[in-house]
Nanobody, 124 residues
Framework: VQLQACGGGLVQAGGSLRLSCAAS????????MGWFRQAPGKEREFVAA????????YYADSVKGQFTISRDNAKNTVYLQMNSLKPEDTAVYYC??????????????????WGQGTQVTVSS
């Protein structure tokens, strides 16, 4: 599967952005989808994940109540709605896909496919 993330940009603190990740292939609905981010000088970290049906979602503690992950299997797209953005949310955001169960959804090692990343910059 190929992933194409978009929707990043420059936003003021307190603002919102919605990231999208479009996937190729007819089996998108069977993939666990995740969002990760990497800030300059830091390791890539888990942000959120969603099961193939959308019935289960997982979040990093740092974004709970602030970000919402969702998916539209008819459109082969996963979304990350980001509200109340803070300067510390500045990073390159990556979407990722894994064929399988949601076990270890927060682990980078779980995911086989990665998008190219989209930059999110939050100004103070």
């Amino acid at each position: 599967v190929q992933l194409q993330a978009c929707g990043g940009g420059l936003v003021q603190a307190g603002g919102s952005l919605r990231l999208s990740c479009a996937a190729s292939g007819r089996t998108f609905s069977r993939y666990v989808m995740g969002w990760f981010r990497q800030a300059p000088g830091k390791e890539r970290e888990f942000v959120a994940a969603i099961s193939w049906s959308g019935g289960s979602t997982y979040y990093a503690d740092s974004v709970k109540g602030q970000f919402t992950i969702s998916r539209d299997n008819a459109k082969n797209t996963v979304y990350l709605q980001m509200n109340s953005l803070k300067p510390e949310d500045t990073a390159v955001y990556y979407c990722a896909a894994d064929w399988g169960a949601t076990t270890d959804a927060s682990s980078i090692l779980k995911y086989d496919y990665w998008g190219q990343g989209t930059q999110v910059t939050v100004s103070s």
